[in-house]
């Protein structure tokens, strides 16, 4: 059953740092979301694919520059912008696929906002803000995820060119992308691991770039996910983005900055799935009342609301620390483990809610539930994150 949500709607319990700006843009995002993306939800998560034109209608809306600067064709705002209005895309649009494939920038653009030269940065942001042209980050290969400092995909330099062969696997929006944030070894030396790698720009239509692939996932459908492949791929040298060697760095930032944003998305996703059940448990009726009159479910409610509660704070904490420099690697991996662990335990109890009805591909909390798989695996493996809280914590 989905029950209609309006743009109007705020979190019972909003994020520490929201300011009656985020409230305007909460509105703003969640307007587009429910006119432009809600309608159409359940078709494009079937179809596995959303209209590239809503690129562009996510751009004339403000929504796509939010957290980028106003000089590049941004709307401006920060991280606490984008955690605001990713939540308001995901709840008033009810397709997490969607809104994931809409924000594979938030990925793939910060780096050239780091270490892109002016130039760099003038060619490529206003175009991908302005949605005329698609962006995505490729850093995992089949031979390994988590262990970027092993990656194999070479650059050799010959002249003013790279030229570059591997392949890079699990890439969103990798199909659809113009252009694509690639992390490369440009030191054949294995020994020197992280000190190896840069990053390059490569665009659609270079020789030897193809994309091999699109993957069939279990949730996130409506999103592309790609596997891509370089054969002896001619890549500029003024695409290199920073100094030769200088990526891994640039990488574990943007690892940072992703499993905030991954965290706001459990959260979002959670209140989606919450706000359903919620609605759902005053609606059937079993043995003579609503659902929620039986105190079993009410339990199960206020469980799930406890917990959605509890990561919304932490993941404001951790914004709120960002913003001042203040937080630590070992912070955002217990953000983002406490997030995908809550957001597990919240869509497993919504289906157990909705009962059969839950079990079924027609309720939005049964897509929910196999949106939600993802998150304990993408942007760093909850086992990973592990390791590094313990790492942090001397044990």
């Not at 993957?215 to 409506?222: H, N, P, T």
């Not at 989606?272 to 009410?298: C, M, N, W």
Request: proline letters at 4%; one cysteine or more.
């Amino acid at each position: 059953m989905q029950t209609a949500q309006t743009w109007a709607y705020y979190p019972a319990m909003p994020y520490l740092f929201e300011t009656e700006e985020h409230a305007a843009l909460r509105a703003q995002v969640g307007r587009f979301a429910a006119s432009a993306i809600a309608p159409h939800a359940s078709a494009w998560e079937e179809a596995e694919g959303f209209p590239e034109a809503l690129y562009q209608q996510a751009a004339e809306a403000g929504t796509l520059g939010i957290g980028f600067p106003v000089e590049y064709g941004g709307s401006g705002g920060d991280i606490t912008h984008q955690i605001v209005a990713s939540e308001a895309l995901t709840v008033h649009g009810r397709s997490v696929g969607t809104a994931v494939g809409l924000g594979s920038h938030l990925i793939a653009l910060p780096p050239i906002l780091a270490l892109g030269s002016e130039a760099q940065k003038q060619a490529y942001l206003p175009r991908v803000l302005s949605g005329q042209r698609i962006s995505a980050l490729a850093i995992t290969e089949p031979s390994g995820g988590s262990d970027v400092a092993a990656l194999q995909t070479s650059a050799t330099r010959v002249g003013d060119h790279y030229i570059v062969s591997g392949s890079k696997l699990y890439i969103t929006s990798g199909c659809r992308a113009d252009l694509v944030v690639t992390a490369v070894r440009t030191d054949p030396d294995v020994s020197k691991r992280h000190m190896g790698l840069s990053l390059l720009v490569i665009e659609q239509g270079t020789p030897g770039f193809s994309k091999s692939r699109k993957l069939r996932k279990i949730g996130w459908s409506a999103s592309d996910t790609a596997e891509l492949s370089f054969a002896d791929c001619p890549v500029p040298v003024s695409n290199r983005l920073g100094d030769e060697g200088s990526a891994f760095f640039a990488i574990l930032r943007n690892f940072s900055a992703e499993r905030l944003l991954l965290s706001a998305q459990c959260v979002a996703i959670a209140q989606l799935a919450y706000d359903e059940s919620v609605s759902f448990a005053k609606l059937r009726t079993t043995f003579g009342k609503p659902l929620s009159r039986h105190q079993v479910i009410r339990h199960k409610l206020a469980d799930m609301a406890t917990q959605l509660h509890a990561a919304r704070a932490l993941v404001g904490e951790c914004a709120i620390r960002c913003q001042r420099g203040e937080v630590q690697m070992s912070q955002l991996a217990m953000c983002k483990n406490t997030a995908t662990d809550m957001c597990s335990f919240v869509v497993d109890q919504a289906v157990q809610i909705h009962g059969g009805q839950g079990y079924m591909r027609e309720s939005l909390v049964e897509r929910l539930y196999r949106d939600a798989r993802l998150y304990p695996i993408g942007g760093g493996t909850r086992e990973i994150m592990n390791e590094i809280i313990a790492q942090a914590e001397g044990y």
